[in-house]
């Protein structure tokens, strides 16, 4: 089993909906990170958090660190947010380096 | 600020050619990170250095990889000789202070390895 597990792999959905894609770990955290590659391979980090909610614009992200449980929401989607949405968090134990969850692929059409 | 850069984007090569994969941190930046992205295996983490010193080598496949950072605004990574499946996205990305703080990517170099 991995140490992170997104939900669901796959996403679409129609410009204007709710977005909702999980992550859920099995480790103890310092940290969770967020990150978003564009189709053209590009990745840039969208939030760290250790603890409650953070909002830049339409992204949201919480976490809960007793259930070891983040999400990431995207209000009023857009076609530009298609992309693939990678969680990853920093254990507190063992090796001090990101472990990555496979990606969500989001796909918003007009 | 320019953010992280990388070069080549891209590279193909023939097996058994050494290949190397240039780094150029954002300025200021701490630490720095080596990463291979494959369909298969997701984002791993390669070498982290700290303060130009390797930190955390264990994601290092074999000892075809290498990797210097000779000072604070340049690193490298080499493959000789390098193999198909050596095949990936190679990220470089760099962080203020240490591996737990927010990462700026580079743009990647593809590879392909023939």
């Known amino acids: 089993k991995n140490e992170v597990e997104q939900s669901p792999q796959n996403l679409t959905a129609q410009e204007g909906e709710f977005i909702t894609i999980n992550c859920s770990y099995s480790v103890g955290i310092s940290a969770l990170h967020w990150l978003q590659q564009h189709p053209g391979g590009g990745i840039v980090s969208l939030f760290m958090l250790s603890s409650g909610k953070k909002k830049h614009g339409r992204l949201i992200a919480t976490i809960n660190i007793q259930e070891k449980h983040s999400s990431l929401h995207i209000t009023a989607s857009h076609p530009r947010d298609s992309a693939v949405y990678i969680c990853a968090v920093f254990p507190i134990q063992g090796a001090q380096k990101l472990v990555f969850g496979q990606g969500t692929r989001l796909t918003i059409n007009p | 600020d320019a953010g992280v850069i990388q070069s080549p984007r891209h590279e193909v090569t023939e097996m058994g050619q050494e290949v190397t994969l240039r780094c150029k941190p954002i300025s200021g930046h701490n630490s720095l990170f080596w990463y291979r992205q494959t369909m298969m295996r997701g984002l791993e983490l390669l070498i982290y250095?700290?303060?130009?010193?390797?930190?955390?080598d264990s994601g290092m496949p074999e000892d075809r990889f290498s990797a210097k950072m000779p000072n604070a605004s340049f690193s490298t990574l080499k493959i000789q000789p390098s193999e198909p499946r050596d095949s990936a996205v190679y990220f470089c990305a760099s962080s203020r202070l240490a591996a737990l703080d927010e990462q700026f990517f580079g743009p990647g170099t593809r590879l392909t390895v023939l």
């Open positions: 250095f700290n303060n130009n010193v390797p930190i955390d």
